[in-house]
């Protein structure tokens, strides 16, 4: 049973640049969820589906996109790469986005780098 | 808004030490409250949770307990483990759709 899983690992972009950080879970969760993790300021909620075809946004959505295709996976978007984006982003899911009776399962992250 | 404020680590502890971490919370509404933990190079994975004041949520030998009186959730663990050195977040929901609120988090090193 892999989980959540999250590629790449590592990445590093030049400011301008797009890219695709890639999320997909195994486990049939209806929930799926983007955080970024910067010092100092614990996680922060990018954006959320609790479904397949509904995404919704959460704190700090700003230069970020996503999409949800599929059940299964939840990819992030940054369309015009920033250095303020640089930062560990982690992908998480839940079965149906009760965050007591159903937790959320986290991907290991993605470190990126904004040069 | 909801906010959760955790004590600066990092925290260093001998092995075997006692461990208490502080988390205090600000929310409407009646939030649940969990603590996650972040091995080195892994995701968050959730520890313990409490639902409701008085509630103790217990795991892996640590403990913590809602006090609504108080707003906090202070983790604890009456012996700590070098394996136990990990990066702690304190958090909060008060809503649907798994929106959790989380503290900045506190960093563990136990030594031998």
């Known amino acids: 049973n892999a989980g959540v899983t999250q590629t790449p690992k590592f990445q590093v972009l030049k400011t301008g640049q797009s890219m695709t950080l890639q999320c997909a879970q195994d486990m049939n969760h209806e929930y799926m969820s983007w955080y970024r993790q910067d010092p100092g300021m614990g996680l922060r909620l990018i954006h959320y589906?609790?479904?397949?075809?509904?995404?919704d946004q959460g704190e700090v959505p700003n230069g970020y996109n996503v999409s949800r295709s599929t059940t299964e996976d939840f990819p992030l978007r940054l369309l015009s790469a920033a250095p303020s984006q640089t930062s560990v982003y982690f992908c998480?899911?839940?079965?149906?986005?009760?965050?007591?009776?159903?937790?959320?399962?986290f991907g290991n992250g993605t470190r990126l780098t904004v040069t | 808004g909801d906010s959760v404020t955790q004590m600066e680590g990092p925290v260093t502890l001998s092995e075997e030490a006692f461990l208490t971490i502080n988390c205090t919370y600000t929310?409407?509404?009646?939030?649940?409250l969990f603590w996650y933990v972040q091995y080195p190079g892994e995701g968050l994975q959730l520890l313990l949770k409490a639902t409701k004041a008085d509630d103790k949520g217990s795991n892996k030998g640590f403990e913590a307990t809602y006090r609504k009186e108080t707003t906090s959730f202070h983790l604890e663990k009456g012996s700590v483990q070098v394996s136990d050195s990990a990066v702690y977040f304190c958090?909060?929901?008060?809503?649907?759709?798994?929106?959790?609120?989380f503290g900045t988090g506190t960093r563990l090193q136990v030594t031998l």
């Open positions: 589906s609790v479904g397949a075809g509904i995404t």
């Open positions: 929310a409407t509404g009646y939030p649940s």
């Open positions: 958090a909060l929901d008060t809503g649907t759709a798994s929106k959790l609120t």
């Open positions: 998480a899911s839940s079965r149906d986005g009760n965050s007591y009776n159903s937790p959320l399962h």
